[in-house]
């Protein structure tokens, strides 16, 4: 359930700011296919990972984490 919701919020970020899931992956320096697991809610990204999808994204990590997940 907490991968959905991250997922869905790094989509809709994503497709917001413009990026194609490949160029974005690329630019995360992951393969399109852990984005896209990540994307579908399969897997929940790390720590650090997150940081870096915030600041591709030119968002906080606060506006990117999902409102009603826990730390």
């Given at each position: 359930m907490e991968a959905e919701k991250w997922g869905r919020r790094i989509r809709a970020f994503r497709?917001?700011?413009g990026f194609t899931q490949e160029g974005f992956?690329?630019?995360?320096?992951?393969?399109?296919?852990?984005?896209?697991e990540i994307e579908r809610?399969?897997?929940v990204p790390k720590?650090?990972?997150?940081?870096?999808i915030a600041q591709a994204l030119n968002i906080s990590l606060?506006?990117?984490k999902?409102?009603?997940v826990s730390d």
């Amino acid at each position: 359930m907490e991968a959905e919701k991250w997922g869905r919020r790094i989509r809709a970020f994503r497709k917001l700011k413009g990026f194609t899931q490949e160029g974005f992956a690329k630019d995360l320096g992951v393969s399109v296919s852990v984005l896209g697991e990540i994307e579908r809610g399969n897997r929940v990204p790390k720590d650090d990972l997150l940081e870096d999808i915030a600041q591709a994204l030119n968002i906080s990590l606060e506006e990117l984490k999902p409102k009603d997940v826990s730390d």
